[in-house]
């Protein structure tokens, strides 16, 4: 396996870290609302991110390499740190909209930072087209938790 590979499939399993906590972050935000079209929106960006990371294990595997298939140890902790506040203050769709909205900067982030990265054409397109994605569930999210804001 060269070096290119390598570094090709650390890149993959960090995103796939990435939408493993997408994945996981969406669904409790969606177990947490009651309205039932919010709980809609939500749970299909779960099942967004769940499509996206099981592409790039694909991708790893067809590298040779090992596919990442866990959340990362700071999204499991933030849940918890989410659901402690929760108990505490409620969850309010302002409030977990707000968590997933930083979750999705974070994902973005994550996204940006591989983009940098030298990557094989067909990888890169990939990653473009599912950083759009993450773009477009943040901007959605982001304008959910504004209406909810204001109401």
């Given amino acids: 396996m060269t070096a290119t590979q390598k570094e090709t499939i650390a890149v993959l399993?960090?995103?796939?870290?990435?939408?493993?906590?997408?994945?996981?972050?969406?669904?409790?935000?969606?177990?947490?609302?009651?309205?039932?079209?919010?709980?809609?929106v939500l749970?299909?960006?779960s099942q967004e991110c769940a499509q996206a990371a099981a592409e790039l294990q694909?991708?790893?595997?067809?590298?040779?390499?090992?596919?990442?298939n866990s959340t990362s140890v700071s999204a499991d902790l933030h849940r918890h740190w989410?659901?402690?506040?929760?108990?505490?203050?409620g969850k309010s769709e302002e409030a977990?909209?707000?968590?997933?909205e930083r979750g999705e900067d974070h994902?973005?982030?994550?996204?940006?930072?591989?983009?940098?990265?030298?990557l094989p054409?067909?990888?890169r397109s990939i990653v473009e087209r599912q950083y759009h994605g993450v773009q477009r569930n943040h901007d959605q999210v982001k304008a959910l938790r504004n209406i909810a804001r204001a109401s």
């Fill in 82 to 89: 989410v659901d402690l506040k929760s108990m505490v203050t």
């Fill in 121 to 123: 054409s067909n990888v």
């Fill in 13 to 40: 399993n960090d995103l796939i870290e990435t939408s493993k906590d997408g994945e996981k972050g969406f669904m409790a935000c969606a177990n947490d609302v009651k309205n039932v079209e919010l709980k809609q």
């Fill in 107 to 118: 994902a973005k982030a994550v996204y940006e930072k591989a983009l940098k990265k030298d």
């Fill in 43 to 45: 749970t299909k960006h």
């Fill in 58 to 68: 694909t991708e790893v595997r067809a590298l040779g390499g090992e596919a990442e």
């Fill in 96 to 100: 977990i909209l707000n968590e997933a």
